[in-house]
Nanobody, 125 residues
Framework: QVALVESGGGLVQAGDSLRLSCAAS????????MGWFRQASGKEREFVAA????????DYADSVKGRFTISRDNAENTVYLQMNSLKPEDTAIYYC??????????????????WGQGTQVTVSS
């Protein structure tokens, strides 16, 4: 079993920054690509960012490109999401997830098999 635990969410003002963390259990963290998704109230879950198992490649939703950065520390079994220049439309529950086996980054929730419980990010205007 794999457990993913997100932290770092909170209430901030527009223009502020937050760094989300996702701590993973298990010895195989470094062999899987990871992703961040978010779900706003009344909306479907949407892709935010993903990173390959070695950290060499990443992908972002157009809505966060240039503002968010995904990274990982395989020695600490942790993946991060640095969020800068936050906007009210970034308000959502943020989830980290483990990509199913495969080298290709994915933006599709169905391609991820383990999910954290989520952390709330609220951005006030």
């Amino acid at each position: 079993q794999v457990a993913l635990v997100e932290s770092g969410g909170g209430l901030v003002q527009a223009g502020d920054s937050l760094r989300l963390s996702c701590a993973a259990s298990g010895r195989t963290f470094r062999t899987y690509s990871m992703g961040w998704f978010r779900q706003a109230s009344g909306k479907e879950r949407e892709f935010v960012a993903a990173i390959t198992y070695g950290g060499s490649y990443s992908d972002y939703a157009d809505s966060v490109k240039g503002r968010f950065t995904i990274s990982r520390d395989n020695a600490e079994n942790t993946v991060y999401l640095q969020m800068n220049s936050l906007k009210p439309e970034d308000t959502a529950i943020y989830y980290c997830a483990r990509r199913k086996s495969g080298p290709v980054l994915s933006t599709i929730p169905q391609d991820y098999d383990y999910w954290g419980q989520g952390t709330q990010v609220t951005v006030s205007s």
